[in-house]
Protein backbone atom coordinates (compact mmCIF):
# COMPACT_ATOMS: atom_id res chain seq x y z
CA UNK A 1 0.00 0.00 0.00
CA UNK A 2 1.32 3.49 -0.63
CA UNK A 3 0.51 6.87 0.93
CA UNK A 4 0.29 10.21 -0.84
CA UNK A 5 0.28 13.49 1.07
CA UNK A 6 -0.31 17.24 0.04
CA UNK A 7 2.21 18.01 2.80
CA UNK A 8 5.82 17.06 1.40
CA UNK A 9 6.57 16.46 5.42
CA UNK A 10 3.92 14.59 6.80
CA UNK A 11 5.16 10.75 6.74
CA UNK A 12 2.64 9.26 9.48
CA UNK A 13 -1.26 9.56 9.74
CA UNK A 14 -3.11 8.29 13.09
CA UNK A 15 -6.44 6.42 12.90
CA UNK A 16 -7.81 3.45 13.13
CA UNK A 17 -6.80 0.23 11.24
CA UNK A 18 -7.30 -3.14 10.85
CA UNK A 19 -4.31 -5.21 12.75
CA UNK A 20 -6.06 -8.42 13.85
CA UNK A 21 -7.80 -11.46 12.41
CA UNK A 22 -10.64 -10.88 14.59
CA UNK A 23 -11.68 -7.61 12.37
CA UNK A 24 -11.13 -5.48 15.07
CA UNK A 25 -10.10 -1.65 14.55
CA UNK A 26 -7.38 -0.59 16.93
CA UNK A 27 -5.52 2.64 17.00
CA UNK A 28 -2.38 2.84 15.83
CA UNK A 29 0.22 5.67 13.23
CA UNK A 30 1.18 4.24 10.07
CA UNK A 31 4.57 6.09 8.70
CA UNK A 32 5.88 5.75 5.64
CA UNK A 33 8.72 6.75 3.28
CA UNK A 34 9.55 9.39 1.16
CA UNK A 35 8.41 7.31 -1.50
CA UNK A 36 5.14 6.79 0.49
CA UNK A 37 5.90 3.21 1.03
CA UNK A 38 4.42 2.02 4.38
CA UNK A 39 7.85 1.30 6.46
CA UNK A 40 6.04 0.80 9.79
CA UNK A 41 2.80 0.55 12.03
CA UNK A 42 3.08 1.70 15.60
CA UNK A 43 0.25 0.21 17.71
CA UNK A 44 -1.04 2.73 20.26
CA UNK A 45 -1.61 2.11 23.70
CA UNK A 46 -5.15 3.58 23.75
CA UNK A 47 -9.30 2.36 23.09
CA UNK A 48 -10.50 5.53 21.64
CA UNK A 49 -13.13 5.34 18.85
CA UNK A 50 -12.44 9.02 18.47
CA UNK A 51 -9.88 8.32 15.96
CA UNK A 52 -10.74 8.13 12.16
CA UNK A 53 -11.09 4.79 10.28
CA UNK A 54 -8.15 4.42 7.75
CA UNK A 55 -8.52 2.21 4.55
CA UNK A 56 -6.93 1.75 1.72
CA UNK A 57 -8.05 3.94 -1.63
CA UNK A 58 -11.02 2.83 -3.53
CA UNK A 59 -10.64 1.92 -7.33
CA UNK A 60 -13.29 2.51 -9.60
CA UNK A 61 -13.07 0.95 -13.29
CA UNK A 62 -16.34 2.38 -14.25
CA UNK A 63 -17.74 5.48 -13.32
CA UNK A 64 -19.42 8.01 -15.56
CA UNK A 65 -19.84 11.23 -14.04
CA UNK A 66 -20.58 12.43 -10.07
CA UNK A 67 -21.02 16.22 -9.05
CA UNK A 68 -23.60 17.06 -11.77
CA UNK A 69 -21.04 16.47 -14.15
CA UNK A 70 -20.43 13.64 -16.75
CA UNK A 71 -17.42 12.26 -18.57
CA UNK A 72 -19.19 12.95 -22.11
CA UNK A 73 -18.85 16.87 -21.23
CA UNK A 74 -14.84 16.11 -22.21
CA UNK A 75 -13.47 19.45 -20.47
CA UNK A 76 -10.99 19.58 -17.79
CA UNK A 77 -13.49 22.17 -15.58
CA UNK A 78 -16.01 18.74 -15.40
CA UNK A 79 -13.28 16.14 -15.21
CA UNK A 80 -11.69 17.99 -12.23
CA UNK A 81 -15.31 17.94 -10.57
CA UNK A 82 -15.56 14.74 -10.72
CA UNK A 83 -12.06 13.66 -9.68
CA UNK A 84 -12.57 15.76 -6.21
CA UNK A 85 -16.42 14.85 -5.82
CA UNK A 86 -14.91 10.66 -6.00
CA UNK A 87 -11.14 11.79 -4.25
CA UNK A 88 -13.84 12.82 -1.09
CA UNK A 89 -15.67 9.98 -1.00
CA UNK A 90 -12.38 7.92 -0.49
CA UNK A 91 -12.05 6.81 -4.41
CA UNK A 92 -8.27 7.68 -5.24
CA UNK A 93 -7.79 5.67 -8.49
CA UNK A 94 -10.71 6.14 -10.82
CA UNK A 95 -11.39 5.32 -14.79
CA UNK A 96 -13.48 7.97 -16.40
CA UNK A 97 -15.37 6.01 -18.33
CA UNK A 98 -17.79 6.93 -21.28
CA UNK A 99 -20.85 6.04 -22.69
CA UNK A 100 -21.60 3.98 -26.17
CA UNK A 101 -21.54 7.44 -28.57
CA UNK A 102 -20.43 8.53 -32.36
CA UNK A 103 -16.59 8.43 -32.28
CA UNK A 104 -16.48 11.89 -33.45
CA UNK A 105 -17.79 12.42 -29.37
CA UNK A 106 -15.02 9.47 -28.43
CA UNK A 107 -12.04 11.77 -30.30
CA UNK A 108 -13.33 14.66 -27.97
CA UNK A 109 -12.62 12.80 -25.22
CA UNK A 110 -10.00 11.66 -26.29
CA UNK A 111 -8.40 15.36 -26.79
CA UNK A 112 -9.56 16.30 -23.47
CA UNK A 113 -7.25 13.95 -22.24
CA UNK A 114 -4.79 14.20 -24.13
CA UNK A 115 -4.22 17.60 -22.85
CA UNK A 116 -5.52 17.17 -19.26
CA UNK A 117 -2.94 18.83 -16.71
CA UNK A 118 -0.58 16.62 -15.08
CA UNK A 119 -1.75 17.06 -10.93
CA UNK A 120 1.02 15.77 -8.40
CA UNK A 121 -1.82 13.61 -6.71
CA UNK A 122 -4.41 13.56 -9.34
CA UNK A 123 -6.70 10.31 -9.24
CA UNK A 124 -7.96 10.74 -12.42
CA UNK A 125 -5.95 7.07 -14.04
CA UNK A 126 -7.28 6.89 -16.94
CA UNK A 127 -10.17 6.24 -19.48
CA UNK A 128 -12.85 3.45 -19.95
CA UNK A 129 -14.49 3.05 -23.53
CA UNK A 130 -17.90 1.43 -22.50
CA UNK A 131 -18.63 0.71 -25.98
CA UNK A 132 -19.32 1.45 -29.07
CA UNK A 133 -18.69 -2.23 -30.02
CA UNK A 134 -21.32 -4.01 -28.08
CA UNK A 135 -24.80 -6.12 -29.05
CA UNK A 136 -27.81 -3.59 -29.51
CA UNK A 137 -29.98 -6.78 -27.97
CA UNK A 138 -28.22 -6.41 -24.75
CA UNK A 139 -27.19 -2.59 -24.87
CA UNK A 140 -28.88 -1.30 -21.77
CA UNK A 141 -28.82 2.10 -20.89
CA UNK A 142 -26.24 2.43 -24.33
CA UNK A 143 -27.63 4.75 -26.98
CA UNK A 144 -28.68 2.37 -29.74
CA UNK A 145 -28.18 4.75 -32.33
CA UNK A 146 -24.58 5.15 -31.54
CA UNK A 147 -23.62 0.92 -31.68
CA UNK A 148 -21.46 -0.01 -34.34
CA UNK A 149 -19.81 -2.69 -36.32
CA UNK A 150 -16.14 -3.31 -35.37
CA UNK A 151 -12.94 -1.53 -37.50
CA UNK A 152 -10.12 -2.77 -36.97
CA UNK A 153 -8.62 0.11 -38.63
CA UNK A 154 -10.52 3.21 -36.92
CA UNK A 155 -9.46 1.48 -33.67
CA UNK A 156 -5.85 1.65 -34.56
CA UNK A 157 -6.30 5.32 -35.95
CA UNK A 158 -7.87 6.58 -32.81
CA UNK A 159 -5.56 4.46 -30.17
CA UNK A 160 -2.78 5.42 -32.21
CA UNK A 161 -3.22 9.11 -32.40
CA UNK A 162 -3.73 8.92 -28.96
CA UNK A 163 -1.80 6.70 -27.26
CA UNK A 164 1.06 9.43 -25.03
CA UNK A 165 -2.12 11.01 -24.05
CA UNK A 166 -2.14 12.75 -20.10
CA UNK A 167 -4.70 10.41 -19.67
CA UNK A 168 -4.38 7.40 -21.94
CA UNK A 169 -6.80 4.73 -22.70
CA UNK A 170 -7.14 2.03 -19.97
CA UNK A 171 -9.58 -0.68 -20.76
CA UNK A 172 -12.61 -0.94 -23.15
CA UNK A 173 -15.89 -2.97 -22.75
CA UNK A 174 -16.91 -5.37 -25.76
CA UNK A 175 -19.28 -7.71 -26.68
CA UNK A 176 -17.19 -10.76 -27.43
CA UNK A 177 -20.16 -12.36 -29.48
CA UNK A 178 -20.04 -9.52 -32.51
CA UNK A 179 -18.13 -10.28 -35.92
CA UNK A 180 -14.10 -9.32 -35.68
CA UNK A 181 -14.12 -8.56 -31.55
CA UNK A 182 -11.37 -11.52 -31.09
CA UNK A 183 -9.04 -9.52 -33.48
CA UNK A 184 -9.52 -5.76 -31.78
CA UNK A 185 -9.47 -8.28 -28.37
CA UNK A 186 -5.80 -9.30 -29.24
CA UNK A 187 -4.78 -5.80 -30.77
CA UNK A 188 -5.87 -4.06 -27.93
CA UNK A 189 -3.82 -6.27 -25.54
CA UNK A 190 -0.80 -6.09 -27.75
CA UNK A 191 -0.96 -2.37 -26.62
CA UNK A 192 -1.69 -2.91 -23.27
CA UNK A 193 -5.21 -1.53 -22.96
CA UNK A 194 -7.46 -4.25 -20.77
CA UNK A 195 -10.68 -5.47 -22.40
CA UNK A 196 -13.40 -5.87 -20.22
CA UNK A 197 -16.73 -8.52 -21.77
CA UNK A 198 -19.95 -6.32 -21.32
CA UNK A 199 -23.38 -5.92 -22.50
CA UNK A 200 -23.44 -9.14 -24.88
CA UNK A 201 -25.36 -11.84 -25.87
CA UNK A 202 -22.50 -14.54 -26.21
CA UNK A 203 -22.24 -18.10 -26.04
CA UNK A 204 -19.64 -19.91 -23.19
CA UNK A 205 -17.55 -20.73 -26.58
CA UNK A 206 -17.42 -17.75 -27.44
CA UNK A 207 -16.58 -16.04 -24.23
CA UNK A 208 -14.02 -18.76 -23.52
CA UNK A 209 -12.49 -17.45 -26.99
CA UNK A 210 -12.46 -13.80 -25.93
CA UNK A 211 -10.51 -14.73 -22.62
CA UNK A 212 -8.27 -17.11 -24.76
CA UNK A 213 -7.78 -13.16 -27.42
CA UNK A 214 -6.87 -11.70 -23.83
CA UNK A 215 -9.87 -10.32 -22.20
CA UNK A 216 -9.43 -9.76 -18.54
CA UNK A 217 -12.41 -8.54 -17.11
CA UNK A 218 -16.45 -8.23 -16.81
CA UNK A 219 -18.58 -5.25 -16.66
CA UNK A 220 -21.34 -5.34 -14.70
CA UNK A 221 -21.83 -8.91 -14.52
CA UNK A 222 -25.00 -10.08 -15.25
CA UNK A 223 -26.90 -7.00 -15.98
CA UNK A 224 -27.27 -6.14 -19.86
CA UNK A 225 -25.53 -10.05 -21.13
CA UNK A 226 -27.80 -13.35 -22.01
CA UNK A 227 -29.58 -14.72 -19.04
CA UNK A 228 -28.45 -18.31 -17.71
CA UNK A 229 -30.09 -21.18 -19.11
CA UNK A 230 -29.99 -25.23 -18.53
CA UNK A 231 -29.00 -26.14 -22.16
CA UNK A 232 -26.84 -22.80 -23.05
CA UNK A 233 -24.49 -22.09 -19.85
CA UNK A 234 -23.93 -18.82 -21.40
CA UNK A 235 -20.95 -17.16 -19.79
CA UNK A 236 -20.73 -20.01 -16.89
CA UNK A 237 -16.73 -20.76 -17.60
CA UNK A 238 -16.42 -21.78 -14.01
CA UNK A 239 -16.37 -25.76 -13.09
Known amino acids: MMFR ?6 RSITGRVYLSTTGNLVPAQIHWDHHGRIE ?12 PIILPGFIDEHVHGANGHDVMEASWE ?6 EALARHGVTSFLATTITAPWDDLERVMACANEFPQYPYHNLIGLHFEGPYIDPTYKGAQPQEAIRPIAIQEVQSIVGRFQSATVPLRLMTIAPNVPLSGEVISWLRHQGIHVNLGHSGANREQTLQAIAHGADGITHLFNAMKGLHHRDPAWSVLG
Open 78 to 83: SWQAIS
Open 40 to 51: QIQRLDTRTKDL
Open 5 to 10: SHNSQQ
